[in-house]
């Protein structure tokens, strides 16, 4: 068994795809996955209860997070719907610290802010950061990875050697360390997340590249005269990916739980952001003075958000590589 | 090749890893915006003459790969320096909250093992169960839910509604019971991901065992079924759990720098993200290697483990 023990950073890591039996058959020109194969990941997905209800909680909160507050671009309102019934950041809407009421379904904050308000509105801060960190990661990581992998030789070696020494870091204490050093900011933090990780999708592209070139299509291909760049883009890369898509799916739940520990420690955005983890810093200390609400709330958005990623990850595993048994992971759970 | 040279290889593999590492420590600081002397002054003023000694005392007059080897010589002989917050030097403030970040891991780890691999062999002996299916939710829960407030929710109930443990950590020696009575929610919390990993690498690496020919031939020579499981099937299966386990280090240094900040524990996690609050880069520098090189060594000791437990391994 082969294994590399970082790979996955606290996520499933998933090895055993490259669809051996159904992709090796098409030598016209694409050998991306055929549409009778996609609608049968889509059925296999579909059948699956717990994605599914994963998948509902992320549309729903999605667009609790859309339609909180009006959405503006350039001066143009393009969003006017308001289901947040105050300004997340209007401090002394209420007394500060009141407990839940029907005026304030989840109570107010130290600043009298209204927590109900504050929970719809952060859903966009860990969502966007989830999505934009993870598809910049596989901006960065994907074509390196894959480069890596087919090219070989130097390339390879520098490529590795440098993920090799990014791996040594722990996820959050890099992320920390480069927030401390580019300062805060949704951007920097967007950075940040990127920067430490690209390295687990170009490991795992790279794996899987390098089983892929060894494929008879591929060989027919260069065979018939097509040039690297398009072997790689058109024969390679598309046999490769279902894993990186599974890990992405995953590494969302993942990204959003970081970006929320780094919001806790005061390191994320700006302080007193309606971020999901920020809300929290205020911590133990409204705990003891019994002001429970100011931390349950948040804290059981991000729960209730990354369940539900793990759930749609599993599910998408399930559906792209059906000969493990549903609930068994054929994965590594590193760390 | 032999054991002993797959060793010595693998250490050898590492030592262009460690030198990236503290390159890469080393560099990260020099990208911060101002001058280094502008930190060491926490941005006050100062004389020129002042400046210029810091300067040449902080080797700033030397090229950059001058300063890297000077830094570098200095930091294998483990002297990182004076913090900049205080006269004391940051290998004596890592020496003193060092110890208490590893008990807390430590205990963190072993909650995880011990309720982790007996969950995951059950989920997998009885797979399809409504026990298999319970750990399974209860495994992903554990996994996303956000460390910091799952220990903000214990203190919650355990310190304040039911008022059982103390809510700050006591005045006592590191061994102390209190201190250990005190440690037991940063545990929970700190330990809880790990073990609901652990579940699940157990049940599968169980459940991909139980499928072996051996397992039948266990059984058809009449072996009670708790002796198959527990003298062959776990023994094989811990090959890849165990290995897995050296690799928590990372998982749970990340843990610990939320939950010791949760609790106000004072360990190495705390002491870093203060002094990142408190721009003291010198601490920051000294534990973030520290950390990487702890990942390092644990992944070169997985990859002996590993080697030494499995002998089919080709190396």
Known sequence: MSRNPLDGRGRLRVRGFGGDADSATDDTGTTTATTAQRARAWDRFRRDRAARAGL?????????????????????????????????????????????????????????????????????????????????????????????????????????????????FPFLVLAIALVAVFGQGFWKLVGALVAVGWIGYARLIRGEVLSVVERDYVLAARALGAGDRRILARHVVPNAIAPVVVQATLNVGTVVLSAAALGFLGLGLQPGTAEWGSMLSAGRDTLVGGEWWVTVFPGLAIFLFVLSINLVGDGVRDALDPDTDSGTYRTREAR | MSLRRYVLRRTLLTLPILLGVSALTFGLVKLLPGTPVDYVLQFQEATPELRASLRAQYHLDEPIWRQYLLWLSDVLRLDF????????????????????????????????????????????????????????VVALAG????????????????????????????????????????????????????????????RSAVTEQLRKEYVRAARAKGLPERTVIVKHVLRNSLISVVTVAAVQVAFLVDGAVVVERVFSWPGLG?????????????????????????????????????????????Y
């Open chain 1, 56 to 168: 509902v909680i992320i549309v729903v909160m999605a667009l609790l997070a859309v339609f909180a507050r009006p959405v503006e671009i350039g001066g143009v309102v393009v969003q006017p719907i308001a289901l947040a019934p105050y300004d997340p950041a209007a401090s002394g809407v209420a007394p500060a610290y009141r407990p839940p009421s029907l005026a304030h379904p989840f109570g107010t904050d130290w600043a009298g802010r209204d927590v109900f308000s504050r929970v719809l509105y952060g859903g966009r801060y860990s969502l966007s950061i989830g999505v934009i960190a993870v598809s910049l990661a596989l901006v960065v990581g994907v074509p390196l990875g894959a480069v890596a992998g087919y090219v070989g030789g130097w390339v390879d070696e520098t490529i590795m050697r440098l993920v090799d020494v990014l791996y040594a």
């Open chain 2, 81 to 136: 320096g004076e913090r900049v917050v205080s006269d004391r030097s940051v290998s004596a403030a890592i020496a003193e909250r060092l110890p208490e970040t590893l008990v807390l891991g430590s205990i963190s780890f072993l909650i995880a093992l011990l309720v982790g691999i007996p969950t995951g062999v059950v989920a997998a002996v009885r797979r399809g169960t409504l026990l298999d299916e319970g750990s399974r």
């Open chain 2, 143 to 202: 996994i996303a839910t956000p460390n910091f407030w799952l220990g903000l929710l214990l203190i919650l109930v355990f310190g304040v509604h039911l008022n059982v443990v103390p809510v700050i950590p006591p005045v006592a020696p590191l061994l102390a019971p209190e201190s250990l009575a005190f440690l037991v929610l940063p545990a929970i919390t700190l330990g809880t991901a790990s073990a609901a990993l652990f579940t699940r690498l157990t």
């Open chain 2, 270 to 314: 705390r002491l870093l993200v203060r002094a990142i609050l408190q721009r003291d880069f010198p601490v920051v520098q000294a534990v973030v290697l520290l950390v990487a090189t702890a990942v390092v060594v644990a992944n070169l000791l997985a990859d002996i483990v590993y080697a030494w437990l499995d002998p089919r391994i080709t």
